[in-house]
């Protein structure tokens, strides 16, 4: 019923282990934070975006960094720093583009710990603080769009 529900997964890479579904909303940490955020499983989106405010680039050691805060919905927040890999043009409903820096940062998603490159906003006026890309979700998941929290965010932290 659920590959109906899903479509057919043959020809399609997963990793080693079966993919994880997930429902449309999960929950999602922030690896070595202790911080959990609401996600928006959007397979209309080609990359990740999370909640960050006060953002703030350096150069450390010669090279660009990012500074920002993450908060969750519950006011909970944590001072991240990460070096910028780019900034994102994107395309706003509106029309014309707004930049966004872009950081790596490890996710937990479904138990599954994943590195993945997540644009930086400031999502306050959405309703999930962060939003899931198909490039977190490739080889690894499937979404059932009827699902509401099917997994929890369990890895252990490093």
């Not at 080609?46 to 050691?61: G, M, Q, R, V």
């Not at 994943?114 to 603080?129: G, I, P, Q, S």
């Not at 977190?136 to 699902?147: I, N, S, T």
């Amino acid at each position: 019923m659920l590959l109906m529900l899903l479509g057919s997964t043959a020809g399609t890479a997963f990793a080693k282990e079966p993919p994880a579904v997930l429902g449309w909303v999960e929950e999602v940490a922030v690896m070595n934070t202790g911080l959990t955020l609401h996600a928006k499983i959007d397979t209309g989106a080609d990359n990740s975006s999370i909640n960050a405010t006060n953002i703030a680039y350096f150069l450390h050691d010669g090279i660009k960094w990012v500074r920002f805060n993450i908060l969750n919905r519950k006011g909970e927040h944590v001072a991240m720093e990460r070096p910028l890999l780019r900034v994102a043009q994107i395309k706003r409903k509106e029309g014309g583009y707004i930049e966004r820096p872009v950081v790596n940062m490890d996710i937990c998603v479904a138990g599954q710990k994943v590195n993945t490159e997540v644009n930086l906003a400031d999502r306050n006026h959405f309703k999930y603080f962060m939003l899931v890309g198909r490039s977190l979700l490739a080889k690894r998941f499937l979404v059932d769009p009827e699902g509401l929290y099917l997994t929890h965010p369990t890895c252990v932290a490093a």
